[in-house]
Structure formats: C-alpha cells, structure tokens
C-alpha cells in the first residue's frame, strides 16, 4: 500500500516562501508521475504542477515562474518550492501518485498539507 506524507505547510505572509515535501512509501517511487494538487473548501481540487519519472514538468498558469516541483528518487520525496506567494494561494495542498499502465491507472493521494498567504 503506497502512503503519501505531506509536510510543510505553513501561515507565510504575501510575497513569502515555502518549500513543500511530500515522502512516499510502499512503493517504486520513481515510476510514477508526481503531482501537487490543491483545495480551497467549496472548490474544485486543482493541479498545480506535475513531474514525469524522466523529470518533465508541468505547471498550471497560475503558479508559472513562482512555482518549482522537483523530486528525489533516491529519497523517495518529492517537492514544491512556492516563492512570490499571494493570499489567492491559500489552500490545502495534496500530493499524488499516478501511473497508467495499459487500462490500469495506479492513483494515490496524500493527506493534505494547510498552506495560508496572509498579512
């Protein structure tokens, strides 16, 4: 079974950083594609970054230039280094795990980690 552990969350005032983790177990770490979803209550979760097992990245329109999602096969993390924050990036942030092997599609969620833009 494939637990996801988010840390990093945080209350960060406007213009601030933070640096997300996410450690993963259970599992081949880095077969999977990663992804950082977000959920504001009463929303849709939305994605916003994905990174592939061979490193290609993908950021949603809102976070490019200010976001970063990297990963470590060796130590089985991934992250997402949020710079420039604004109050409209407040909202839990959920880590994934995603592979699609023929019809099969392999998909884990972790538990959330609060992130709060505030002055």
């Known amino acids: 079974q494939v637990q996801l552990v988010e840390s990093g969350g945080a209350l960060v005032q406007p213009g601030g950083s933070l640096r997300l983790s996410c450690v993963a177990s259970g599992s081949i770490f880095k077969i999977y594609t990663m992804g950082w979803y977000r959920q504001d209550p009463g929303k849709q979760r939305e994605l916003v970054a994905t990174?592939?097992?061979?490193?290609?990245?993908n950021y949603a329109d809102s976070v490019k230039g200010r976001f970063t999602i990297s990963r470590d096969n060796v130590k089985d993390t991934g992250y997402l280094q949020m710079n420039s924050l604004k109050p409209e990036d407040t909202a839990v942030y959920y880590c994934?795990?995603?592979?699609?092997?023929?019809?099969?599609?392999?998909?884990?969620w972790g538990q959330g980690t609060q992130v709060t833009v505030s002055s």
């Open positions: 994934n795990l995603n592979r699609r092997v023929e019809l099969v599609e392999y998909n884990y």
């Open positions: 990174i592939t097992s061979n490193g290609f990245t």
